[in-house]
């Protein structure tokens, strides 16, 4: 572990300012391992977690990020184990009860996708509760994916597409990709540049599957609750290394 000062003595002269991703996306996975390896419940590792998400939006704002989007917990994730579920949606609630002050100071402004019909009452309305008071905000967006997955999310945009179709509105013919993606639960931001991964798994498990298409992608052994600025500026250093051609040649895209 670095300690604080070594972390701030990794110059941002790494990173070439002019060309920072405009919407970074994260799997904060690991937290339940990084507790069992303390001899911990997993819990613990997700109220650490928490803080690494402070500090992550920190340096996000500060750096001028565009969006950041977390994933902080999936359709999937509703399988669990009752009590996990139970401490995950109390911690979210209770954390973003806590850190909306200090959004609002940061400028940043709040948004949550997922599928809200799942979520517990209290929750959902303290979310909510955090997305209008922090709407003034324009510095960096912070998105959290909370009940959500992918296929939800292009099944969910399948479902009001078929809709206008039906109800005659909309010609399925005219249908583009641009009509998807203005159906998703994303459509208000730019697609992510760099996808971080923590914990060392090298899956998506789920996560913005349409919008990922030419994301550079970035994973590190690293659980989530260790994640600092430092790694962070890292990922973004080497997305910055990487020649992004969209399926052009490389002589086309210099
Ligand atoms: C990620 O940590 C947080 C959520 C999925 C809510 P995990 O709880 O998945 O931690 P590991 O992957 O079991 O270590
Ligand atoms: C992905 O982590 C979901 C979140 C980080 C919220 P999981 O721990 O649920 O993913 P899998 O099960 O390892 O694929
Ligand atoms: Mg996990």
Known sequence: MLTEKEIHD?????LDMSRLPQH???IMDGNGRWAQARGMERAAGHVEGVTT???ITEECSRLGIGYLTLYAF?????????????ALMHLIATAIERETP????????????????????????????????????SGLT???????????EITDAARRIAAEAAAGRLDPASITDDTVARNLATAFMPDPDLLIRTGGDMRVSNFLLWQIAYSEIYITDIYW????????????????????RFGLTGEQVQ
């Open 10 to 14: 990794v110059p941002e002269t790494q």
């Open 24 to 26: 970074i996306a994260i």
């Open 53 to 55: 998400v402070r500090r």
């Open 74 to 86: 999936s359709t999937e994730n509703w399988n669990r184990p009752q009590a996990e579920v139970d």
């Open 102 to 137: 200090d959004l609002i100071k940061n400028n940043v402004r709040l948004r949550v996708i997922g599928d809200r019909s799942r979520m517990p009452a209290d929750t959902l309305a303290r979310l909510e509760r955090c997305v209008r008071d922090t709407s003034g905000g």
């Open 142 to 152: 912070l998105v959290l994916a909370i009940s959500y997955s992918s296929r939800w």
């Open 225 to 244: 609750p260790d994640f600092n600025a430092y790694d962070l500026r890292r990922a973004i250093s080497d997305y910055q290394s990487r020649q992004r």
